[in-house]
């Protein structure tokens, strides 16, 4: 299975843009804009490895949607990063590197322009194609499996334009764990 490259989407931005503001989220203070704190602590632990950073990035996860916390508090994302065994003085050094917000900006505005992301999670395969994909609470034995699949159908089939469950309801026996 091919290695994740995660980049940086903004939701606050497409969020913001509903109402015909042309202001940049990635350009507002950490304290105004939800996600910039996290992106710029993120990009930081990428690069002291792989490996680091996908402990980093469940962490967050976890941190985000199990035990509810602000991932705008840089104390929560210390935290996940500490317990990811990263470099915390390299770490504080990398996520004040002004260069990190223009990476930002710049990653969010190819996906829009380039691959028309508006959602996350949005995957963009090798072919160019595009899919975003909202789940309903799947079990983590079966994740890789969903994601194998969706690889799959994505990169092949260049004509499927959307797939999409009437909701709510949720489908019947689907629940979370």
């Excluded at 910039?36 to 990035?57: P, R």
């Excluded at 994601?147 to 979370?176: A, C, F, H």
Aim: proline share 7%; aromatic share 10%; with cysteine.
């Amino acid at each position: 299975m091919p290695r994740i490259e995660w980049r940086p989407f903004m939701l606050a931005q497409i969020n913001s843009n509903e109402d015909g503001s042309k202001s940049k989220a990635w350009e507002q203070p950490d304290t105004d804009t939800r996600g910039l704190l996290a992106f710029k602590v993120g990009i930081s632990a990428m690069k002291q490895g792989d490996s680091l950073y996908d402990q980093f990035h469940i962490n967050v996860l976890e941190a985000k949607h199990v035990a509810r916390e602000d991932l705008g508090d840089l104390e929560v994302l210390m935290d996940c990063a500490k317990r990811s065994g990263l470099d915390m003085k390299q770490l504080q050094i990398d996520i004040n590197d002004p260069s990190l917000i223009e990476f930002i900006g710049s990653s969010h505005t190819e996906a829009v322009t380039k691959y028309g992301v508006f959602g996350v999670p949005t995957f963009v395969f090798p072919n160019g194609n595009s899919a975003f994909l909202k789940l309903i609470y799947p079990p983590k034995e079966r994740a890789a499996d969903i994601y194998k699949d969706l690889m799959k159908m994505m990169s092949t089939w260049d004509n499927i334009g959307e797939i999409k469950r009437p909701q709510p309801p949720w489908p019947s026996g689907v629940t979370r764990d």
